[in-house]
């Protein structure tokens, strides 16, 4: 007879980068990890490996930008009386080039992956939490949603939409015992990199970019392990690693000092001297 489950865990962007180290992580023995993300064959590798430490893998293809389709699969699968007991959502897209060079449908489907998307999840299963009176939400947030960020200004706007998501949501939540977590991260090594929609630059333009910039880059299974421990220890707004923590402190404080990173940022991307 199989013991019992003790915990539901849903993890979007689970194919790869944050995501998948996030569901790793917390595989092991009577949890479910319910796998959700775009790519099928990196869903089934992700699966393989946490049953491989005890868990029970639930996998779900689906493009988080599809909204409709996203809610009948909640809808169908996630009822009220389906508990789940953490949510981490962490799927997301990015786009380079300056503002003037975007197109209407960058930002159409970086608003709908990064910002309806956490938002319908959210809403969905805030219902059930406050429902039970317990649960646990995770938003996988940026430091560009307090910094800013000149050539992808697209992904800064919609994180800082998390923020304002995170810091209403808080404090109806608490009322109602449950939590919410907003996670914002510098750079971190995931192939969101590889996979963005470049104008007028390129992949390896933009890493140079990034590395001239000299904070270096976190692994995804650092990024993860740093977030679980934060959300483990109660922490409810959170940046790492030490520099992305300090602009997050210095960005409403002392903006001049944002605006020389930026400045460097832009000349670069420019290839200004």
């Given at each position: ?63 988080l930008a599809d909204l409709d389709g996203a809610e009948i699969f909640l809808n ?198």
């Open positions: 007879m199989q013991p019992p489950v003790s915990q539901t865990i849903v993890v979007t962007g689970a194919s790869s980068g944050i995501g998948r180290e996030i569901a790793l992580q917390l595989a092991g023995p009577r949890r479910v990890i319910w796998l959700v993300g775009r790519n099928q064959d990196r869903l089934d590798e992700v699966a393989a490996l946490v049953t491989a430490k005890g868990a029970v893998a639930k996998v779900a293809r689906l493009d169908g699968t996630f009822p009220v009386a389906e508990m789940v007991d953490t949510v981490y959502l962490g799927a997301a897209v990015t786009q380079f080039g300056e503002i003037k060079d975007t197109l209407p449908e960058d930002w159409d489907r970086i608003y709908r992956t990064n910002l309806l998307s956490p938002i319908l999840w959210t809403r969905h299963f805030y219902a059930q939490m406050v429902e039970r009176k317990s649960g646990r939400i995770v938003l996988i947030s940026s430091l560009a949603a307090y910094a800013g960020y000149p050539t992808a200004t697209a992904y800064a706007t919609m994180k800082a939409g998390l923020q304002g998501l995170f810091r209403s949501l808080w404090h109806e939540a608490r009322s109602h015992g449950v939590a919410i977590h907003i996670a914002s991260p510098g750079y971190v090594d995931t192939p969101i990199y590889k996979t963005a929609v470049f104008r007028k630059t390129n992949y390896e333009e933009t890493m140079s970019q990034i590395r001239s910039l000299g904070f270096g880059s976190l692994t995804a299974h650092d990024a993860a392990s740093r977030i679980l421990k934060a959300v483990a220890d109660g922490e409810c707004e959170f940046a790492f690693p030490a520099y992305a923590s300090a602009m997050k402190w210095v960005s409403p404080r002392l903006p001049f000092l944002i605006d020389m990173i930026h400045t460097r940022l832009i000349k670069s991307f420019r290839h200004e001297s």
